[in-house]
């Protein structure tokens, strides 16, 4: 059984997808011009086609999020759902009626050939699982699926002009085809030269323009305001930031803030840009999903910082599940006082990058890098923070709370005496 997103299935798809356009502009084309339309392509198409009539019956499908791959469910579910369309398309039908001359023998060759158009339904089907396969931004996807089924329309309303006689007679096939994708361009696009027009004597030339000029009015409109947003989102982070940007400019200018405090804004988004390619909170994301699930993410994420720490060195893996859980992700800018001495203390940090300068009393006592921590000394005695803290670079830093920290500790006898021996050594020094 192929899994529904495989990589053999998403080439598949693209394949299918290529060879089913291809073969629904080949054969109108052929088919007007009067060109032998069983050729290679034709044979080929139908190889492909045959396949997939195959492969219906050895692909798991998905249902709801589970993926059934039991043969005999997966036989059962194509037979209800594509099985009758997918046949229809790749039975070479119009073969059989090769040899019957005359017009009626090209118009039914004609309408046993459109019958391959019926694979065009599924191809909503395949853009949909190519979409989830493959993980492209939806914004780029929107934009190839346009440009398929815009294609597609343009191909048939110009193979339509030229089969009602639209145009003139003149020049070869391929140069009338041209003439008539000119006209639809211009028609849709509501530009209207005015070069190449209906015969005003021809009701159904007139009446097909005028059709395909209220489509174009409808579709121009549709076209400009999509390509638009579609553009505008294909970087859906750079734009978001922009936003972003915009939003905290506005509201520092009708703040009026001094123009370093703003310098100082400008720096931590601009910060966060370039390190995380997003301004999107990560903890607003991580609130809205369950429990167990945010804290694996959690874990995924900040296992590098739990490594560089010595004192969660050889930690339990519960324990660290734990801690993890609680870290609150914090970036600090160069200069900035974390924690200033003799404040009240509520929180401890730990550095993930950057680097920290402790001061006693104005005077530098320490220098802290990543996988130190600081701000438990207050927490552990009960008073006040017993030195200021200063970053030196930016700072990417974790915070715990005081009643994580509490708890941790209560639970943990292991973590609560490393962090009182790394304390005792701190107090000392600061003592000295
Ligand atoms: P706290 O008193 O809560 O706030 C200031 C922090 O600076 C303190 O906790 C310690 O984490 C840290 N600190 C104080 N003295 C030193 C030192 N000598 N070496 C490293 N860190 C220190």
Same mark, same amino acid.
């Given at each position: 059984?192929?899994?529904?997103?495989?990589?053999?299935?998403?080439?598949?798809?693209?394949?299918?997808?290529?060879?089913?356009?291809?073969?629904?502009?080949?054969?109108?084309?052929?088919?007007?011009?009067?060109?032998?339309?069983?050729?290679?392509?034709?044979?080929?198409?139908? *190889?492909? /086609?045959? @396949?997939?009539?195959? =492969?219906?019956?050895?692909?798991? %499908? &998905?249902?709801?999020? !589970?993926?059934? #791959?039991?043969?005999?469910?997966?036989?059962?579910?194509?037979?209800?759902?594509?099985?009758?369309?997918?046949?229809?398309?790749?039975?070479?039908?119009?073969?059989?009626?090769?040899?019957?001359?005359?017009?009626?023998?090209?118009?039914?060759?004609?309408?046993? *050939?459109? /019958?391959? @158009?019926?694979?065009? =339904?599924?191809?909503?089907?395949? %853009? &949909?699982?190519?979409? !989830?396969?493959? #993980?492209?931004?939806?914004?780029?996807?929107?934009?190839?699926?346009?440009?398929?089924?815009?294609?597609?329309?343009?191909?048939?309303?110009?193979?339509?002009?030229?089969?009602?006689?639209?145009?003139?007679?003149?020049?070869?096939?391929?140069?009338?085809?041209?003439?008539? /994708?000119?006209?639809?361009?211009?028609?849709?696009?509501?530009?209207?030269?005015?070069?190449?027009?209906?015969?005003?004597?021809?009701?159904?030339?007139?009446?097909?323009?005028?059709?395909?000029?209220?489509?174009?009015?409808?579709?121009?409109?549709?076209?400009?305001?999509?390509?638009?947003?579609?553009?505008?989102?294909?970087?859906?982070?750079?734009?978001?930031?922009?936003?972003?940007?915009?939003?905290?400019?506005?509201?520092?200018?009708?703040?009026?803030?001094?123009?370093?405090?703003?310098?100082?804004?400008?720096?931590?988004?601009?910060?966060?840009?370039?390190?995380?390619?997003?301004?999107?909170?990560?903890?607003?994301?991580?609130?809205?999903?369950?429990?167990?699930?945010?804290?694996?993410?959690?874990?995924?994420?900040?296992?590098?910082?739990?490594?560089?720490?010595?004192?969660?060195?050889?930690?339990?893996?519960?324990?660290?599940?734990?801690?993890?859980?609680?870290?609150?992700?914090?970036?600090?800018?160069?200069?900035?006082?974390?924690?200033?001495?003799?404040?009240?203390?509520?929180?401890?940090?730990?550095?993930?990058?950057?680097?920290?300068?402790?001061?006693?009393?104005?005077?530098?006592?320490?220098?802290?890098?990543?996988?130190?921590?600081?701000?438990?000394?207050?927490?552990?005695?009960?008073?006040?923070?017993?030195?200021?803290?200063?970053?030196?670079?930016?700072?990417?830093?974790?915070?715990?709370?005081?009643?994580?920290?509490?708890?941790?500790?209560?639970?943990?006898?292991?973590?609560?005496?490393?962090?009182?021996?790394?304390?005792?050594?701190?107090?000392?020094?600061?003592?000295?």
């Amino acid at each position: 059984m192929l899994p529904p997103d495989s990589r053999t299935k998403v080439a598949w798809d693209i394949l299918l997808a290529v060879t089913v356009l291809a073969s629904s502009l080949v054969f109108p084309y052929r088919l007007l011009s009067g060109q032998d339309p069983f050729d290679g392509i034709y044979w080929l198409v139908t *190889l492909v /086609l045959a @396949l997939d009539v195959v =492969l219906g019956f050895f692909t798991a %499908f &998905r249902k709801g999020t !589970e993926v059934v #791959d039991d043969p005999a469910a997966v036989r059962r579910h194509y037979l209800r759902t594509w099985f009758a369309a997918d046949l229809l398309a790749a039975l070479p039908l119009p073969v059989l009626f090769a040899s019957v001359p005359g017009p009626s023998g090209s118009a039914v060759r004609g309408l046993l *050939l459109a /019958l391959r @158009l019926v694979k065009l =339904l599924k191809m909503k089907e395949v %853009f &949909r699982s190519l979409q !989830e396969a493959l #993980d492209v931004n939806p914004a780029a996807m929107r934009l190839v699926v346009f440009a398929f089924w815009f294609s597609l329309v343009v191909h048939f309303v110009s193979v339509g002009w030229l089969a009602i006689g639209g145009g003139d007679a003149e020049g070869a096939f391929g140069m009338r085809y041209l003439r008539a /994708l000119y006209w639809c361009i211009t028609t849709i696009a509501t530009v209207g030269y005015g070069d190449i027009t209906p015969d005003r004597s021809a009701p159904w030339q007139l009446v097909y323009t005028m059709a395909v000029e209220l489509f174009g009015v409808s579709v121009y409109g549709f076209i400009i305001g999509n390509i638009a947003s579609l553009i505008a989102n294909l970087d859906v982070r750079q734009a978001a930031f922009k936003r972003k940007m915009e939003e905290v400019r506005e509201y520092m200018r009708s703040r009026r803030l001094p123009p370093v405090l703003q310098q100082r804004v400008r720096n931590y988004y601009l910060y966060l840009w370039e390190t995380r390619r997003s301004v999107s909170d990560e903890g607003a994301i991580l609130a809205e999903l369950p429990h167990t699930l945010a804290t694996d993410i959690s874990l995924y994420l900040n296992r590098a910082v739990l490594e560089k720490v010595p004192l969660f060195r050889g930690a339990p893996e519960l324990f660290l599940r734990e801690v993890v859980r609680e870290l609150v992700p914090v970036v600090f800018l160069p200069e900035d006082y974390i924690i200033r001495q003799g404040e009240h203390a509520d929180c401890m940090y730990f550095v993930s990058s950057g680097e920290v300068e402790v001061l006693v009393d104005g005077r530098s006592v320490a220098r802290l890098g990543a996988g130190s921590f600081f701000g438990e000394a207050a927490l552990l005695e009960g008073g006040l923070r017993t030195a200021s803290v200063r970053a030196l670079t930016y700072c990417e830093t974790y915070r715990l709370s005081r009643s994580d920290f509490d708890l941790l500790r209560a639970k943990y006898e292991d973590f609560d005496r490393r962090v009182r021996e790394i304390v005792a050594e701190r107090m000392a020094q600061i003592r000295k």
